[in-house]
């Protein structure tokens, strides 16, 4: 042994260091790697320990028609009061008020849960004025009661009535600006507070009051909405904890969300090996372009991590919410990311290339962008979420409901409901900036 | 150091490989058999100027056949080393390492044999100057 030391000691040397090299194992081994599973480890930065739900019925006879017998207006309700009552992350107390042109806190004499079985025509006669809907007022006598621990959630059909104005779109354009002004006092003195609407619709026996105030029966279906007013940390135990059980009922439909916040930054990946037409190269973020495609557009996806924006999956995968601002570029699709695959509407499963889900390994993200870009690109990949109003809110509105018996489309849709969304939208735009969030994506 | 690593090893752009070439870089994986290289190279030199030192070894064959030694000891540390880690790697996904990346692994190996070469060059011009009996190797 000594001797073939002596005599060979460069091929032992050699033989060390090769064996050394097939035995070592990664410095990383003890680290639980892992992909984490979409929508899970959420991390719950919510401080408060108390908080207030101030729920408002709007009390007029337009809103009859919702509390008439068994309906699915009150079924959601029921759901909200349930939900609200169950929740375990805060201590929440329950208001109920029925509001008009006069403010009118009651339990009807039963417990918070069961409100909604009491909520009736009859229950709710004489309290204040049922002729009286005045949005500005209501909205204004609300949001100068918010405070810090409280989430206001007003339960209205939000249709304007502009009581005998014979110009109508200046009725509505009062209508804006009077809910813009409030909506701006309001977060002027609290920057923090957000807004988010919910649209239902529901099963509806009553009278439908036209911008005429000519009575209607025989409308069997109408929207209805939920506007919901907190700071943002109560706003996200609203988010997480009680807005899925409203979302879960059959008669959901759309949401929006205003705030004064963005999101920034937030987390991207662009994929060097999934579904991309030319060769990339993806270094720290940097994305650089090896190889064009023949006669081809340049195309890639990028995944991005939008589990702490509030807002809603409809309003995240519409394409004409985001910005670009290099025009070289431009966005195919928005879709999402599930596991080890990502789903493009109306497309194929793309399985995420095994090469790019190690480059994912330990991060975390919920959604993923079909870019395309035309020619040879000069500039930075910069692109944004702008806050806009959701494009449900312009198909939902009616500048003219006088032919609502006889028009079922017209019957899905509130009368000056873009106005009154408008003047919540131009207030938050007014404080806060346009974006939810914006990403830049050097290219070399 | 990372980068300057990674464009030794996908020379500027031209050896760049795809898949396998983002999971070098993004995992540090060149460092290491970067550092491995440059001992072999290092301690084959050494060995060949100042350990084997004789007059019969003193000669252009023996200095090339400890470059080709040196070159392919480190084509095999190249090679073992990025399938190994690249095997770990894609198991923790529970996935299998691409068919593609065992043409990449040989491209890997063989660039680096081609720098170790060069590497082993650079240093017997600087270290054959005190060696007894091979100082005028390889010229």
Redesign the interface.
């Given at each position: 042994m000594k001797v073939i030391f002596l005599k060979y000691?460069?091929l032992i040397?050699?033989g060390i260091?090769?064996f050394s090299?097939?035995k070592?194992?990664?410095e990383n081994?003890d680290v639980d790697?892992?992909?984490l599973v979409d929508g899970a480890d959420k991390t719950d930065s919510i401080k408060l320990n108390k908080g207030i739900v101030k729920i408002y019925f709007e009390n007029t006879l337009s809103m009859d028609g919702y509390i008439n017998g068994n309906t699915s207006f009150k079924d959601v309700f029921r759901e909200l009061l349930v939900a609200v009552d169950n929740e375990n992350k805060i201590d929440l107390e329950t208001e109920f008020y029925l509001i008009n042109n006069e403010l009118t806190p009651t339990n009807f004499g039963v417990e918070n849960t069961k409100i909604s079985e009491e909520l009736t025509p009859q229950s709710t006669a004489g309290k204040g004025n049922k002729n009286s809907s005045n949005f500005e007022e209501i909205l204004n006598t609300i949001l100068q009661k918010q405070d810090e621990n409280v989430i206001s959630i007003i339960m209205a059909d939000f249709i304007y009535s502009p009581k005998g104005e014979s110009n109508t779109i200046s009725a509505l354009n009062k209508l804006r600006t009077y809910t813009k002004d409030a909506f701006l006092k309001a977060t002027e003195q609290n920057k923090t507070l957000e807004t988010k609407i919910f649209s239902f619709k529901s099963d509806f026996k009553g009278v439908y009051y036209d911008i005429n105030d000519k009575s209607i029966q025989g409308i069997n279906n109408r929207p209805y909405y939920y506007f919901i007013i907190a700071p943002t940390g109560l706003m996200t135990v609203f988010t997480n904890e009680i807005a899925p059980q409203l979302k879960k009922t059959k008669d959901y439909r759309n949401e929006a969300f205003f705030t004064t916040s963005d999101y920034n930054p937030i987390s991207t990946e662009i994929l060097?090996?999934t579904a991309n037409k030319g060769?990339l190269?993806?270094?720290d973020g940097n994305l650089?372009v090896?190889s064009y495609p023949g006669e081809e557009n340049l195309k890639f996806i990028g995944l991005i991590d939008f589990s702490e924006i509030p807002v809603d999956d409809k309003y995240l995968m519409d394409k004409g919410n985001y910005s670009l601002s290099n025009p070289e570029f431009s966005i195919k699709e928005v879709g999402s990311k599930k596991g080890k695959n990502i789903h493009f509407e109306g497309q194929p499963i793309k399985k995420i290339?095994?090469?790019?889900?190690?480059?994912i390994?330990n991060k975390k993200f919920t959604h993923a962008i079909y870019f395309e870009a035309e020619g040879i690109v000069s500039e930075n990949l910069k692109f944004a979420l702008r806050k806009k109003m959701p494009s449900w809110v312009q198909n939902s509105h009616s500048d003219d409901d006088r032919q609502i018996y006889n028009d079922s489309l017209e019957q899905s849709k509130t009368f000056g409901l873009r106005y009154l969304i408008e003047g919540v939208s131009g207030a938050y735009l007014q404080i806060g900036n346009d974006e939810y969030f914006n990403v830049t994506i050097p290219i070399k | 150091m990372k980068?300057l690593i990674?464009n030794f090893y996908e020379l500027w752009?031209g050896g760049?490989l795809?898949?396998f070439?983002?999971?070098m870089?993004?995992?540090d994986l060149y460092f290491?058999v970067a550092l491995?290289s440059i001992?072999?190279a290092l301690?084959?030199t050494i060995?060949y100027y100042y350990?084997?030192d004789r007059p019969n070894t003193a000669n252009m064959k023996v200095w090339m056949l400890a470059l080709l030694?040196g070159a392919i000891?480190n084509a095999?540390?190249a090679f073992?080393?990025a399938n190994?880690?690249l095997v770990?790697?894609?198991a923790?996904?529970g996935?299998?390492v691409?068919n593609s990346f065992s043409y990449d692994m040989l491209m890997f190996a063989f660039i680096n044999a081609i720098w170790t070469l060069i590497l082993m060059f650079v240093l017997s011009i600087i270290l054959k100057w005190k060696s007894p009996n091979s100082s005028y190797i390889p010229f």
């Open positions: 000691p460069l040397f050699i260091l090769v090299s097939c070592r194992d990664k081994e790697q892992k992909i060097s090996s060769r190269r993806v270094r650089e090896v290339n095994t090469n790019d889900l190690v480059s390994i | 980068d990674a752009g760049y795809g898949g070439s983002d999971q870089f993004n995992n290491p491995y001992i072999v301690a084959i060995i350990i084997l030694i000891i095999v540390v073992v080393s190994n880690d770990e790697i894609f923790s996904i996935e299998e691409p």
